[in-house]
């Protein structure tokens, strides 16, 4: 393809930005970009009404318009739906003039550093718990953090860590969930008005059930455990009823068949593979060399706790793969093998991040070991894990599914370097 | 170089900085995160900094690189402009300066005047992120029409914007 004129180059940078450029027209445009600074200027500009249109966006919140999870019949009637509603919202928000907003929910358990952006694009760093909450956005920013949010018919959902979702209820409760985890608690919803759960690659419509669902930037998991939920896959419109102790997977692939199986049995053993990439994992990923394998770097990062003065942790996390059916459990005679090194001795904090077998967050558990040489393997029973960072703790209960573990050093950057994470349990090979 | 100076200086080039990450990443948070990391960086390394326009080029080379690493992480390397491309991009970003902070104020009438549809489709695109696969199945229209109607969109934007400080600057 030759770029002719500036519509054409236009919408090609257009796309570039939206990451969907083919290889060959990346090197098209960056060929173009050396050589002629108009067109520059023209990505410059696509840049900065991007960027504007984001501040516009928060400064003039709307719930998401989108046809998503909105029957394939209906969805012609979208635009004219929109505008009405757009019509509706106006007259609304003119009579709400002045009001303070709407509680739709409130925050029912808040552990680590939780964002939530409201209406207007209010902006609180540390949520508390009983905070009353209308529609927004909720992000667990921690590797600790968790949130449940308990709807007025007690439904309830909670996202843990690192994951970022946009909640509303005008009627009809809808979470664009943007990445990571949540599991719900769902009370009867009304007939016609189902729960939606909007992920990158799939729809949930849910109308009282129980479930877990991790989202990823190309797949979703879905675990039901108690009642049925509908999951529309966005690549092909294809749907499946998910119903009690199954789970499914849907990809961005058409190839794949979309289908509930069984809930598989968990298995006891895992360890990570780093010399694949750094997919699923926080840190610097350094490839293998000079005889040292693949290994994550730990990278700064400040950390704001509710009521507390921020803290630099140097961390690196490694996620248990989710993409497969099978998950991680912990017995109480499982071991957590952890491979390293660092510049300097200090003490290394290990959580692990647990969900219940079944979906839905358990809690972090946390050890404090001091590696005694620079180059260290720690094997750890699963016994000395605490829910809190002391003895006192609550001990990890039997059973819990593992979902990430997270290595740091809290204030010094001691060059800590992860080379695997491996968990055993002895009855098996 | 004081903390607080450092911070202040890389807080009023943050728009500056973000957009050079945005370009290699393609992902507002990921850029964002760029920023944070760029930010505990040189935090880090405040002795080394003798004044602001050293830092700021610093913070320009630093949050290219990290993205360019983030891009690497995720398999996606020969989707990126070329450095010469990224260098040229660099350039006229530094050109544009300031002016850039009133383009983006001239732009908010310039949103207020498109029709809603014009305005949703933006929104969806830039703010939630959503791309040309996903929108041309949500909106019923061709991935083609898509980016056709997004590319119109800017070079509507853009005409008005130059109308609009053209109008302020004759005022």
């Keep these: ?429 | 170089m004081t903390e607080e100076l450092l911070v202040k200086t890389l807080l009023d080039a943050r728009p500056r900085v973000v957009a050079g990450a945005f370009v290699v990443v393609r992902d507002a948070h990921a850029a964002e995160d760029v920023f944070q990391e760029v930010l505990l960086r040189a935090l880090r390394m405040r002795e080394s900094f003798s004044d602001e326009g050293g830092v700021l080029a610093w913070a320009r080379v630093s949050a290219r690189n990290l993205g360019i690493d983030h891009v690497r992480r995720a398999g996606r390397l020969g989707e990126i402009l070329s450095e010469l491309a990224l260098d040229a991009l660099d350039a006229r970003l530094e050109e544009i300066g300031d002016a850039q902070r009133r383009r983006v104020e001239a732009m908010r009438g310039c949103m207020e005047k498109l029709p809603e549809e014009s305005r949703t489709l933006l929104r969806m695109r830039y703010d939630e992120g959503r791309k040309g696969e996903e929108l041309a199945r949500l909106l019923r229209r061709s991935e083609a029409a898509i980016y056709k109607a997004l590319s119109r969109l800017h070079q509507a934007l853009r005409k008005c914007i130059d109308g609009r400080l053209a109008e302020e600057g004759a005022a």
């Design chain 1, 1 to 429: 393809m030759s770029m002719t004129d500036d519509a054409q180059l236009c919408e090609m940078l257009t796309r570039y930005v939206a990451s969907d450029c083919s290889t060959e027209e990346v090197q098209e445009l960056s060929s173009r970009l050396e050589r002629d600074a108009a067109a520059c200027e023209l990505l410059a500009e696509i840049l900065m009404q991007g960027a504007a249109v984001r501040e516009y966006a928060q400064a003039h919140p709307q719930p998401m318009v989108s046809a998503v999870g909105v029957p394939q019949r209906w969805q012609a009637w979208l635009w004219p739906l929109a505008a009405a509603a757009a019509v509706v919202l106006a007259a609304v928000n003119w009579m709400q003039n002045g009001r303070a907003e709407t509680s739709v929910m409130r925050a029912a358990e808040v552990s680590g550093s939780v964002r939530w952006t409201g209406q207007g694009g209010s902006v609180v760093d540390s949520l508390t718990k009983d905070t009353a909450l209308g529609g927004g956005t909720v992000e667990t920013v921690s590797d600790d953090a968790a949130v449940t949010l308990a709807f007025r018919d007690g439904s309830l959902i909670t996202l843990m860590a690192h994951s970022a979702a946009t909640i509303s209820d005008d009627g009809q409760k809808q979470v664009h969930l943007r990445e990571g985890n949540l599991s719900a608690d769902v009370k009867p919803q009304r007939s016609g008005r189902p729960m939606l759960i909007h992920t990158t690659t799939a729809v949930l419509e849910v109308l009282g059930t129980r479930f877990d669902v991790e989202s990823g930037a190309a797949t979703t998991r879905l675990n039901v455990d108690e009642g049925t939920v509908r999951m529309t896959r966005l690549v092909d419109g294809s749907t499946v009823d998910v119903p009690a102790e199954h789970q499914v997977v849907a990809s961005l692939s058409r190839a794949e068949k979309l289908g509930a199986v069984q809930r598989l049995t968990p298995t006891l053993n895992w360890r990570s593979d780093l010399s694949q990439g750094a997919k699923g994992t926080d840190g610097e990923w350094l490839p293998a060399e000079a005889g040292l394998p693949a290994r994550l770097k730990a990278l700064p990062k400040l950390v704001t706790p509710a009521k507390r003065e921020p803290v630099t942790l140097h961390h690196v996390s490694v996620e248990v793969p989710w993409e497969f059916l099978q998950t991680l459990q912990l017995k109480p005679d499982s071991r957590l093998r952890l491979r390293g090194r660092m510049t300097s001795i200090a003490p290394v904090e290990i959580m692990l991040n647990t969900k219940l077998l079944r979906g839905g967050f358990a809690g972090n558990y946390f050890v404090r070991p001091t590696p005694a040489t620079l180059n260290w393997e720690l094997d750890l029973p699963i016994t000395e894990f605490r829910k809190w960072r002391s003895d006192a703790g609550e001990a990890l209960p039997d059973g819990l599914q593992l979902r990430r573990v997270v290595i740091y050093t809290v204030g010094t950057d001691a060059g800590l370097e992860i080379e695997q994470v491996e968990v055993l349990h002895p009855a098996s090979p």
